[in-house]
């Protein structure tokens, strides 16, 4: 039982403006909401330059939904007029270019945000316990963004859109007894149709934005609950000085306020410079491919996936049928490994060797195509079991053993030259480095509870590193 | 080449020169599956189940969906023999899939050790007259 309802009583000669907010906030949690989530939201004072992804993404949410309703006004979800309505958008629309090249360009700068803010967790170690939530629901986010940018890929119906969508659909096909009835009811038809068209502009503007709102706001809940991390990876909420606050924190606002502004800033201007002056990014962001419309009988000599999604399409055309030999070999050392070298209880071991078995069972019979999908969705899943992999008894980087920086710096160059040959026509040669980049990629992840935990770790300090400025 | 509609899906029919025609058996331990003996998307028609990929009345033309049974990309034709960016230094001519690059020789064959894990599909197709063909229909009825 709550306390019965009292009116705030303010001196008559108060502003209005106080008087309207007491009104308010007795009605609704309007102050406690802000000093909640934001206004005395007390963070770590040492936050670096990483710490602004956050706040660039929410930015870029909004740009985009905004940019995107305007869209939805003159755009038509037709697969006899959806081309001719973006060209109309840019051409006959006033200002109809600004909102189209907005979408667009927001659409990767979106992703670059997204994977520089991954990569900040990454480095301090901000998926690790007390955040595990927050980062299983920022990866759930990451999964949403895929699903919208590879949704929204499809509306301007040009000669990507559709060849692009047949072969993403066409993946589900690889599953084994259900696939391929699982693609057609995806695609609503038996090839890309306008069918697939409608239910894909569904998803992109009201389906997966919901989806994607609601994850958002998990996030940022869980991320003011438990409190955020710092370079230091120290818990600065152990440190408590008299005011009843940690000695090393600081509220949000105004000090991140004007932080984030000045992030803004700068961001804007990127933001505006790709817009104003190249808008296609070299065929990186609009491919040149995709203002050709979508012709169902030919598909066009060179055909990839837009920037973001390289790295895992790499992975999936790395696997080949030779390839999945050296797979096998994987598995097989690593559960060896794992009985050798893992502290699992006896049963967890017997478990995952009688699931490796399976697979192993599974990769003699099942063709390299179905193994392909695996592994390309294994490299996206992989990311969410971060939090239980990393087993480093210090979060930051700073603090862990100077080969550890080396071992990120490989996966760093593995993962962009997977994003890199994901841009190029397969060669022999190119195959053969996305292979290697495949093992390096997953070894990272999978023999992270051994590598993470060795070293020699380096003191980790009681107060966060901090030089007033 | 001639390129026509068929279930909103691209079918090749290729009239293949003699020295097309002749260049096949060197594939033969080269393609995954030479005699299309695997089962298929579309059940391969009986007189598809040869060498050649063809009927008997007309050996040389090839009828073919043009849709790769990996991720359904529309391979392009690359039918200039020889070394060739992308393809193998052996190549008799044949089709290249752009998009994870599985090769198919001039029968529609896959080469072994590429994604793409089956021949081309042959629909069921029959000669009309000398100069007319049909797709989706032959003796034995409508596909």
Known sequence: ?469 | MKVVEWRGKPVWILRRTPEMLASLPKNDNLVADPKSEKPYQMDTPDYAKNETRSRAEHKDVLVAVGICSHLGCSPSSRFAEGPQPNLPDDWHGGFLCPCHGSTFDLAGRVFKNKPAPANLDVPPYMYLSDSRIIIGKDEKGEA
């Open chain 1, 1 to 469: 039982m709550g306390t019965a309802f009292k009116e705030t009583k303010l001196p008559a000669d108060a502003p209005k403006s106080q008087k309207a907010l007491a009104w308010v906030d007795d009605r609704f949690p309007l102050s406690k909401l802000w000093n909640d989530q934001w206004g005395k939201y007390y963070a770590p004072k040492n936050f670096n330059v990483w710490y602004i992804f956050g706040s660039l993404a929410m930015l870029i949410l909004v740009l985009q939904i905004v940019t995107g309703i305007f869209l939805t006004m003159h755009y038509k979800p037709d697969a006899n007029l959806a081309f001719g309505s973006v060209e109309y958008i840019m051409r006959e629309v006033p200002w109809g270019w600004l909102v189209r090249y907005m979408h667009s360009t927001g659409a990767s700068m979106f992703f670059i945000v997204v994977y520089l803010h991954m990569t900040r967790a990454l480095l301090y170690g901000s998926y690790r316990k007390p955040r595990e939530l927050i980062w299983l629901f920022g990866f759930a986010t990451f999964l949403c963004l895929m699903a919208e940018a590879f949704f929204g890929y499809l509306l301007p119906w040009g000669q990507m859109s559709y060849w692009g969508a047949q072969v993403i659909v066409n993946l589900f096909s690889a599953i084994p007894v259900i696939g391929p009835d699982l693609s057609l009811w995806i695609r609503g038809d038996y090839v890309v149709s306008d069918a697939t068209l409608n239910r894909f502009f569904a998803f992109h503007v009201i389906a997966i934005p919901l989806v994607l709102l609601g994850l958002v706001a998990a996030h940022l809940i869980a991320l003011h609950e438990v409190g955020s991390n710092n370079p230091d990876g120290i818990e600065v909420k152990e440190n408590v000085g008299p005011d009843g606050h940690g000695v090393d924190m600081i509220p949000s606002h105004p000090y991140y306020t004007t932080k984030d502004l000045f992030g803004v800033s700068v961001f804007l201007f990127i933001y505006s410079a790709v817009i104003f002056f190249a808008p296609e990014m070299g065929g990186y962001f609009l491919e040149y491919n995709n203002f050709l419309p979508a012709d169902s009988m030919k598909t066009p000599p060179h055909i990839a996936p837009t920037w973001y999604f390289t790295p895992f399409y790499s992975v999936l055309r790395a696997t080949t049928s030779d390839f999945m030999w050296v797979v096998m070999a994987g598995v097989a050392a690593y559960v060896v490994f794992i009985w050798l070298r893992s502290r699992l209880s006896y049963k967890t071991k017997i478990v995952i060797t009688a699931i490796a078995v399976v697979l192993e069972i599974g990769m003699l019979f099942l063709e390299a195509k179905v193994w392909g999908v695996v592994l390309f969705g294994s490299s996206v899943v992989i990311l969410a079991l971060l939090p239980w992999l990393d087993h480093s008894p210090v979060k930051s980087i700073r603090y862990r053993p100077d080969w550890h920086k080396y071992v990120y710096l490989v996966f760093a160059i593995a993962f962009v030259a997977l994003g890199y040959l994901g841009t190029q026509l397969p060669t022999p040669a190119y195959t053969l480095i996305a292979q290697a980049c495949t093992l390096i990629y997953f070894s990272f992840f999978l023999l992270m509870p051994w590598w993470s935990a060795s070293g020699r770790f380096k003191a980790v300090p009681n107060r966060v590193t901090f030089t007033p400025h």
